[in-house]
């Protein structure tokens, strides 16, 4: 059966949000306020997760004054608070679901900490309705490396053929997608696609919205927009 691989921060789970939930809540703690400029700023500095730890929080502590012991924890802090607002999307179970019953094996292939990730799929309920994951820092190769993705076919038990993933970066899961010859569908998230990248085979507004372009795909022609 077809393997359809899938991001898993701003994909599955909605890290965005629950970032922004969590730095309101840190700053509110911290200054008595809440800020919305200095929320953004938190927000701009951790970079959608993808920027190397130790900048974030060199930066962080730029940012807030922390001392050496809060900038040694801040990392760990900022994590804890990631999965503590996490909030579950009603709608990616249903679509993992239907992408099961269409014949396609749904696994997570994601960059982080594999505690971290693993924890996020626990605690929103996934652990069920995905096949398995594959964390960048338990095998050693990060996206958009092709390398990712053939260990993600030999953990889900079959080769890229028919493969799909779903994601939400244009360089780790387009790219990606691209270097390892499968097919790709960008989840926009209000963004305009970068004009650095290879272009995706398909855009979304949804994960669940991606999955419908996947199963109503026929062979190389889908739809895009």
Same mark, same amino acid.
């Given at each position: 059966m077809p393997l359809l691989l899938v991001d898993l921060d701003n994909t599955l789970i909605d890290r965005a949000a629950s970032l922004a939930?969590?730095? +309101?809540?840190? @700053? #509110?703690?911290?200054?008595? +306020?809440?800020?919305?400029? %200095?929320?953004?700023?938190?927000?701009? &500095?951790?970079?959608?997760?993808?920027?190397?730890?130790?900048a /974030?929080?060199?930066? %962080? #502590?730029? &940012?807030?004054g922390l001392t050496p012991q809060e900038e040694s924890e801040v990392i760990a802090v900022l994590r804890a608070g990631v999965l503590e607002h996490l909030r579950p999307d009603p709608a990616v179970v249903p679509a993992l679901e239907a992408a099961r019953s269409a014949?396609?094996?749904? @696994?997570?292939? #994601?960059?982080?900490? /594999?505690a971290q990730q693993e924890s996020k799929v626990r605690l929103m309920g996934l652990e069920g309705h995905v096949?398995? *994951?594959?964390? !960048? +820092?338990g095998v050693g190769v990060r996206k958009p490396d092709a390398a990712i993705f053939h260990l993600a076919a030999e953990a889900g038990g079959? !080769?890229? +053929?028919?493969?799909? *993933?779903?994601?939400? !970066?244009?360089?780790?899961?387009?790219?990606?997608?691209?270097?390892?010859g499968i097919p790709q569908v960008w989840l926009r998230r209000g963004r305009s696609y970068p004009a650095t990248e290879p272009a995706p085979t398909a855009i979304a507004d949804s994960f669940a919205e991606a999955?419908?372009? /996947? @199963?109503? !795909?026929t062979g190389p022609e889908v739809r895009t927009r």
């Open positions: 939930r969590w730095a +309101e809540a840190y @700053l #509110t703690e911290r200054n008595g +306020e809440a800020d919305p400029a %200095l929320v953004a700023e938190l927000i701009r &500095l951790d970079g959608d997760g993808l920027r190397p730890k130790p /974030v929080a060199a930066d %962080l #502590t730029a &940012l807030l014949g396609y094996v749904p @696994l997570v292939v #994601t960059n982080g900490n /594999v096949a398995g *994951m594959v964390v !960048s +820092e079959d !080769s890229l +053929e028919g493969a799909w *993933m779903i994601g939400d !970066s244009a360089e780790a899961d387009v790219r990606g997608g691209a270097n390892a999955v419908q372009i /996947v @199963l109503a !795909s």
